[in-house]
Protein backbone atom coordinates (compact mmCIF):
# COMPACT_ATOMS: atom_id res chain seq x y z
CA UNK A 1 0.00 0.00 0.00
CA UNK A 2 1.42 3.72 -1.18
CA UNK A 3 2.38 5.92 2.26
CA UNK A 4 1.04 9.23 1.97
CA UNK A 5 3.37 11.69 3.12
CA UNK A 6 2.12 14.49 4.85
CA UNK A 7 3.88 17.85 4.76
CA UNK A 8 4.19 19.14 8.66
CA UNK A 9 1.94 22.02 8.18
CA UNK A 10 -0.49 19.22 7.97
CA UNK A 11 0.56 17.39 10.84
CA UNK A 12 0.59 20.51 12.95
CA UNK A 13 -2.83 21.42 12.21
CA UNK A 14 -4.13 17.61 13.42
CA UNK A 15 -2.28 17.86 16.52
CA UNK A 16 -3.14 22.12 17.13
CA UNK A 17 -6.20 23.74 17.98
CA UNK A 18 -7.15 26.28 15.81
CA UNK A 19 -6.71 29.37 18.46
CA UNK A 20 -2.83 28.33 18.88
CA UNK A 21 -2.18 27.98 14.84
CA UNK A 22 -4.41 31.61 14.78
CA UNK A 23 -2.04 32.94 17.37
CA UNK A 24 1.14 31.39 15.86
CA UNK A 25 -0.12 33.50 12.90
CA UNK A 26 -0.60 36.66 14.85
CA UNK A 27 2.99 36.40 15.96
CA UNK A 28 4.37 36.35 12.57
CA UNK A 29 1.87 39.19 11.54
CA UNK A 30 3.12 41.43 14.25
CA UNK A 31 6.71 40.89 13.35
CA UNK A 32 5.67 41.56 9.29
CA UNK A 33 3.99 44.63 10.75
CA UNK A 34 6.77 46.13 12.07
CA UNK A 35 9.02 46.15 8.48
CA UNK A 36 9.05 49.64 7.12
CA UNK A 37 7.34 50.31 3.20
CA UNK A 38 7.59 46.61 2.78
CA UNK A 39 4.47 46.10 0.63
CA UNK A 40 4.82 42.37 0.77
CA UNK A 41 5.04 41.48 4.16
CA UNK A 42 1.98 43.83 4.64
CA UNK A 43 0.07 41.54 2.56
CA UNK A 44 1.37 38.64 4.49
CA UNK A 45 0.25 40.21 7.36
CA UNK A 46 -3.15 40.91 6.29
CA UNK A 47 -3.51 37.39 5.42
CA UNK A 48 -2.46 36.08 8.31
CA UNK A 49 -4.21 38.44 10.74
CA UNK A 50 -7.84 38.11 8.56
CA UNK A 51 -7.60 34.45 9.09
CA UNK A 52 -7.01 34.39 12.67
CA UNK A 53 -10.28 37.23 13.42
CA UNK A 54 -12.07 34.88 10.75
CA UNK A 55 -11.29 31.45 12.65
CA UNK A 56 -11.91 33.71 16.13
CA UNK A 57 -14.18 36.23 15.95
CA UNK A 58 -14.06 37.50 19.10
CA UNK A 59 -10.05 37.60 19.25
CA UNK A 60 -9.88 41.50 19.73
CA UNK A 61 -5.94 40.86 19.03
CA UNK A 62 -6.94 39.50 15.42
CA UNK A 63 -9.55 42.40 14.74
CA UNK A 64 -7.64 45.68 15.29
CA UNK A 65 -4.29 43.83 14.32
CA UNK A 66 -6.07 43.38 10.82
CA UNK A 67 -7.25 47.05 10.75
CA UNK A 68 -3.54 47.83 11.25
CA UNK A 69 -2.21 45.81 8.28
CA UNK A 70 -4.87 47.27 5.89
CA UNK A 71 -4.14 50.64 6.95
CA UNK A 72 -0.13 50.30 6.68
CA UNK A 73 -0.32 48.43 2.84
CA UNK A 74 -2.81 51.40 1.86
CA UNK A 75 -1.25 54.21 3.18
CA UNK A 76 2.61 52.56 1.53
CA UNK A 77 0.41 52.48 -1.76
CA UNK A 78 -1.09 56.08 -1.81
CA UNK A 79 3.00 57.21 -0.85
CA UNK A 80 4.44 55.36 -3.30
CA UNK A 81 1.49 56.57 -6.09
CA UNK A 82 1.58 53.16 -7.39
CA UNK A 83 -1.13 52.51 -10.25
CA UNK A 84 -4.43 52.41 -8.71
CA UNK A 85 -3.74 53.11 -5.68
CA UNK A 86 -7.09 55.48 -5.06
CA UNK A 87 -8.95 51.92 -5.58
CA UNK A 88 -6.34 49.96 -3.15
CA UNK A 89 -6.84 53.13 -0.57
CA UNK A 90 -10.78 52.18 -1.17
CA UNK A 91 -11.28 48.80 -0.83
CA UNK A 92 -8.46 48.65 2.10
CA UNK A 93 -9.23 51.31 3.94
CA UNK A 94 -12.82 49.87 3.98
CA UNK A 95 -11.74 46.48 4.97
CA UNK A 96 -10.05 47.78 7.75
CA UNK A 97 -12.55 49.99 9.07
CA UNK A 98 -14.77 46.76 9.24
CA UNK A 99 -11.97 45.31 11.61
CA UNK A 100 -11.42 48.07 13.31
CA UNK A 101 -14.97 48.50 14.62
CA UNK A 102 -15.35 44.62 15.45
CA UNK A 103 -12.24 45.63 17.58
CA UNK A 104 -14.12 48.66 19.65
CA UNK A 105 -16.79 46.40 20.06
CA UNK A 106 -14.69 43.71 21.74
CA UNK A 107 -13.44 45.78 23.87
CA UNK A 108 -14.01 49.87 23.66
CA UNK A 109 -11.84 50.34 26.48
CA UNK A 110 -9.07 49.43 24.25
CA UNK A 111 -6.92 51.93 22.37
CA UNK A 112 -6.32 50.08 19.69
CA UNK A 113 -9.69 49.60 17.93
CA UNK A 114 -10.39 53.42 17.40
CA UNK A 115 -7.32 54.69 16.08
CA UNK A 116 -7.10 51.86 13.58
CA UNK A 117 -10.25 52.46 13.13
CA UNK A 118 -10.04 56.22 12.46
CA UNK A 119 -6.84 55.82 10.19
CA UNK A 120 -8.59 53.22 8.16
CA UNK A 121 -11.41 55.72 7.06
CA UNK A 122 -8.58 57.96 6.47
CA UNK A 123 -7.26 55.72 3.88
CA UNK A 124 -11.03 55.11 2.97
CA UNK A 125 -11.11 59.28 2.55
CA UNK A 126 -7.71 58.90 0.43
CA UNK A 127 -9.64 56.55 -1.86
CA UNK A 128 -13.15 58.02 -2.25
CA UNK A 129 -12.69 61.85 -1.69
CA UNK A 130 -13.12 63.21 1.69
CA UNK A 131 -16.46 64.72 0.46
CA UNK A 132 -17.79 61.06 -0.05
CA UNK A 133 -16.81 60.08 3.06
CA UNK A 134 -18.76 63.10 4.27
CA UNK A 135 -21.74 62.17 2.58
CA UNK A 136 -21.85 58.57 3.94
CA UNK A 137 -21.56 59.48 7.48
CA UNK A 138 -18.68 59.07 8.46
CA UNK A 139 -17.77 62.84 10.15
CA UNK A 140 -19.24 61.96 13.29
CA UNK A 141 -17.81 58.26 14.08
CA UNK A 142 -14.58 59.22 13.24
CA UNK A 143 -14.08 62.11 15.03
CA UNK A 144 -15.70 59.98 18.23
CA UNK A 145 -12.72 57.54 17.80
CA UNK A 146 -9.90 59.56 17.29
CA UNK A 147 -10.40 61.48 20.75
CA UNK A 148 -11.44 58.58 22.46
CA UNK A 149 -8.26 57.00 21.36
CA UNK A 150 -6.24 60.22 22.41
CA UNK A 151 -8.01 60.49 25.72
CA UNK A 152 -7.00 56.97 25.94
CA UNK A 153 -3.56 56.43 25.34
CA UNK A 154 -3.00 59.67 22.97
CA UNK A 155 0.70 58.19 22.89
CA UNK A 156 -0.21 55.09 21.17
CA UNK A 157 1.96 54.26 17.92
CA UNK A 158 4.30 56.84 18.50
CA UNK A 159 1.86 59.54 19.50
CA UNK A 160 -0.01 58.46 16.42
CA UNK A 161 -3.66 59.89 18.33
CA UNK A 162 -2.24 63.58 18.82
CA UNK A 163 -1.36 63.46 14.97
CA UNK A 164 -4.62 62.20 13.50
CA UNK A 165 -6.89 64.55 15.80
CA UNK A 166 -4.67 67.31 14.58
CA UNK A 167 -4.81 65.96 10.71
CA UNK A 168 -8.85 65.20 11.14
CA UNK A 169 -9.32 68.79 12.04
CA UNK A 170 -7.04 69.86 9.05
CA UNK A 171 -8.54 68.02 6.28
CA UNK A 172 -12.00 68.67 6.54
CA UNK A 173 -13.51 71.04 4.31
CA UNK A 174 -14.84 74.44 5.00
CA UNK A 175 -17.32 74.95 7.43
CA UNK A 176 -16.29 71.73 9.29
CA UNK A 177 -12.23 72.70 9.18
CA UNK A 178 -11.03 73.88 12.53
CA UNK A 179 -7.58 75.56 11.63
CA UNK A 180 -6.99 76.51 16.02
CA UNK A 181 -7.45 73.13 16.67
CA UNK A 182 -5.81 71.51 14.35
CA UNK A 183 -2.65 73.18 14.70
CA UNK A 184 -2.48 72.86 18.36
CA UNK A 185 -2.74 68.97 18.21
CA UNK A 186 -0.09 69.00 15.56
CA UNK A 187 1.87 71.09 17.79
CA UNK A 188 1.62 68.77 20.61
CA UNK A 189 2.69 66.24 18.10
CA UNK A 190 5.78 67.88 16.88
CA UNK A 191 6.87 68.75 20.49
CA UNK A 192 7.30 64.86 20.98
CA UNK A 193 8.17 63.85 17.55
CA UNK A 194 10.04 67.18 16.36
CA UNK A 195 11.94 64.88 13.73
CA UNK A 196 9.08 63.40 11.79
CA UNK A 197 8.90 64.65 8.40
CA UNK A 198 5.52 64.16 8.21
CA UNK A 199 4.24 65.72 11.22
CA UNK A 200 6.83 68.64 9.99
CA UNK A 201 4.78 68.33 6.58
CA UNK A 202 1.29 68.49 8.76
CA UNK A 203 2.38 71.07 10.95
CA UNK A 204 3.45 73.28 7.72
CA UNK A 205 0.44 73.29 6.02
CA UNK A 206 -1.14 74.11 9.46
CA UNK A 207 1.04 77.37 10.43
CA UNK A 208 -0.06 78.55 6.45
CA UNK A 209 -3.51 77.53 7.45
CA UNK A 210 -3.35 80.76 9.92
CA UNK A 211 -0.95 83.02 7.82
CA UNK A 212 2.55 81.81 10.34
CA UNK A 213 4.38 81.64 6.81
CA UNK A 214 7.79 82.08 8.60
CA UNK A 215 7.00 79.22 10.76
CA UNK A 216 5.50 77.27 8.40
CA UNK A 217 8.79 77.73 6.22
CA UNK A 218 11.02 76.61 8.70
CA UNK A 219 9.60 73.42 9.31
CA UNK A 220 8.68 72.41 5.87
CA UNK A 221 12.53 73.30 4.78
CA UNK A 222 13.83 70.76 7.14
CA UNK A 223 10.81 68.29 5.67
CA UNK A 224 12.21 69.20 2.31
CA UNK A 225 15.60 67.88 3.71
CA UNK A 226 14.55 64.45 4.98
CA UNK A 227 14.99 61.25 3.52
CA UNK A 228 11.61 60.27 3.18
CA UNK A 229 10.12 61.10 -0.79
CA UNK A 230 6.69 61.23 0.09
CA UNK A 231 6.97 64.00 2.53
CA UNK A 232 9.66 65.30 0.88
CA UNK A 233 8.65 66.07 -1.97
CA UNK A 234 5.10 67.20 -0.30
CA UNK A 235 6.97 70.14 1.26
CA UNK A 236 8.60 71.07 -1.80
CA UNK A 237 5.61 71.52 -3.47
CA UNK A 238 4.06 73.61 -0.64
CA UNK A 239 7.40 75.94 -0.38
CA UNK A 240 7.16 76.47 -3.85
CA UNK A 241 3.67 77.58 -3.63
CA UNK A 242 4.43 80.26 -0.93
Known amino acids: MRKVLLS ?48 QPDSFEANWMAARAYRLYADEVKQRQLSGWEGICRDYGKKGMGYGE ?45 EKAYSIDKMYNEAGPILAVGRFWSVLPWPLKDKKKALTFIEEYH ?38 TYYSDWAKRLLADM
Open 8 to 55: AAVLIAMVLPAGALAQDGLEEARILLEKDHDLDAFQKAIDLCTAAADS
Open 102 to 146: KAIALAPEKVEGYFWYGTCVGSYSDGVSILTALKEGLKDKTQTSL
Open 191 to 228: SHYPDKPEGLVYLGEAYLDVKEKDKAKAVLEKAAASDE
